[in-house]
T-cell receptor
Framework: QKEVEQDPGPLSVPEGAIVSLNCTYS??????FMWYRQYSRKGPELLMY????GNKEDGRFTAQVDKSSKYISLFIRDSQPSDSATYLC???????????FGQGTTLQVKP | DAGVIQSPRHEVTEMGQEVTLRCKPI?????LFWYRQTMMRGLELLIY????????DSGMPEDRFSAKMPNASFSTLKIQPSEPRDSAVYFC???????????FGSGTRLTVV
């Protein structure tokens, strides 16, 4: 079993839809949770960063962490065609720099 | 801020040849990471450095891979000898510390034929 599980999709939604992306994990030591966005043939770009449990909002993006369920989510409101990319969850424990990535979910937002 | 700079962007080499990938982290960042991305395995951490010192190289696949960070502004990842299964995109990332977000470079697309 992988430490971080993420459905690779692809996920296709119409413009304006609310998108929900999710990851599950098995290591209870994970304390730092991140979401990265990766466009084709580019490097991953940090979108959201959360420490421990709770919610964090940044514009159209909301990240949620539920440590009791070992489950994290990224919500995108009013999705745009420019949001079409691969979204990767990533997480790590506090005593290491080893950031573990999910497989990534490919999202397509259709105009 | 020029971001994390990697070179070359693309590398095509023959099996058995030595390959050297280069990375310049963001100035002031003291942690540097080398990742490999493939369709099958996703993004995998190969090795990371804190203050130029290798901390965890458990992700380096075998002795053919080596990484160095001679100073705070430069790192290399070397594969010798290269094999077709090493074909992947290699990313370098840097951060202000291991508990901060990582900034990735644009990657080096390596093809070993």
């Amino acid at each position: 079993q992988k430490e971080v599980e993420q459905d690779p999709g692809p996920l296709s939604v119409p413009e304006g839809a609310i998108v929900s992306l999710n990851c599950t994990y098995s290591n209870s030591a994970f304390q730092y949770f991140m979401w990265y966005r990766q466009y084709s043939r580019k490097g991953p770009e940090l979108l959201m960063y959360t420490y421990s449990s709770g919610n964090k909002e940044d514009g159209r993006f909301t990240a949620q962490v539920d440590k009791s369920s070992k489950y994290i989510s990224l919500f995108i409101r009013d999705s745009q065609p420019s949001d079409s990319a691969t979204y990767l969850c990533a997480m790590k424990a506090s005593n290491t720099g080893k950031l573990i990535f999910g497989q990534g979910t490919t999202l397509q937002v259709k105009p | 801020d020029a971001g994390v700079i990697q070179s070359p962007r693309h590398e095509v080499t023959e099996m058995g040849q030595e390959v050297t990938l280069r990375c310049k982290p963001i100035s002031g960042h003291n942690s540097l990471f080398w990742y490999r991305q493939t369709m099958m395995r996703g993004l995998e951490l190969l090795i990371y450095f804190n203050n130029n010192v290798p901390i965890d190289d458990s992700g380096m696949p075998e002795d053919r891979f080596s990484a160095k960070m001679p100073n705070a502004s430069f790192s290399t990842l070397k594969i010798q000898p290269s094999e077709p299964r090493d074909s992947a995109v290699y990313f370098c990332a840097s951060s202000s510390g291991q508990n901060y977000g990582y900034t990735f470079g644009s990657g080096t697309r390596l093809t070993v034929v």
